[in-house]
Antibody, heavy 120, light 107 residues
Framework: QVQLQESGPGLVKPSETLSLTCIVS??????????WSWIRQPPGKGLEWIGY???????NYNPSLKSRVTISLDTFKNQFSLRLSSVTAADTALYYC????????????WGQGTMVTVSS | DIQMTQSPSSLSASVGDRVTITCRAS??????LNWYQQKPGKAPKLLIT???SLQSGVPSRFSGSGSGTDFTLTISSLQPEDFATYYC?????????FGGGTKVEIK
């Protein structure tokens, strides 16, 4: 079955760039049936969708983060990545990668999440 | 942005109780509404899509209903493993948004 696994630094300094990767196993990021998203959850709070990428390379970002976010796809490594620039303490969160259907945009497969803390 | 408002934000219930959680959209979203269950330290799990379609493997005590702006998630007989936080999510607009969550606690 399809599994997602996030990886990346757990600590990022303020004003620097957060970079995370999601490795996809048991399925292909080149599938035209799915979108590949990043979602975050600050400690003790709710879920915020960051953005998604399609196999074609098309992206869609949350406008509240759009100026700082880049999501990219590596079909050879079967993974996708998140870059979030100019981070502040408000970006401290548990970051999830997730798959959604191209029809219903429901997140049916999630990674386990990786905690990123922004602190000097 | 389409705002998703869940109520209540938390509730206490006993095993066997019938539990209803409400999700209201700030504008009509047809049936583009999904429900998730999240347990502490775990990623959310998809329960229901398109307002009322139960995901494979999800117990039949879970059900969803509604369309337009008002939606409900019902657990017909609460089980010990159902104590968790539940989120709704709209997929009507390009900006995907979640409700604030409803925490179901043991009474």
């Amino acid at each position: 079955q399809v599994q997602l696994q996030e990886s990346g630094p757990g600590l990022v300094k303020p004003s620097e760039t957060l970079s995370l990767t999601c490795i996809v196993s048991g399925g292909s990021v080149s599938s035209g049936s799915h979108y590949w998203s990043w979602i975050r959850q600050p400690p003790g709070k709710g879920l915020e969708w960051i953005g998604y990428i399609y196999y074609s390379g098309n992206t869609n970002y949350n406008p509240s983060l759009k100026s700082r976010v880049t999501i990219s796809l590596d079909t050879f490594k079967n993974q996708f990545s998140l870059r979030l620039s100019s981070v502040t303490a408000a970006d401290t969160a548990l970051y999830y990668c997730a798959r959604s259907g191209s029809y219903d945009y429901a997140f049916d497969i999630w990674g386990q999440g990786t905690m990123v803390t922004v602190s000097s | 942005d389409i705002q998703m408002t869940q109520s209540p934000s938390s509730l206490s219930a006993s095993v066997g109780d019938r539990v209803t959680i409400t999700c209201r959209a700030s504008q009509s979203i047809s049936s583009y509404l999904n429900w998730y269950q999240q347990k502490p330290g775990k990623a959310p799990k998809l329960l229901i899509t398109a307002a009322s379609s139960l995901q494979s493997g999800v117990p039949s005590r879970f059900s969803g209903s509604g369309s337009g702006t008002d939606f409900t998630l019902t657990i017909s007989s609460l089980q010990p493993e159902d104590f968790a936080t539940y989120y709704c999510q709209q997929s009507y607009s390009a900006l995907l948004t979640f409700g604030g969550g409803t925490k179901v606690e043991i009474k």
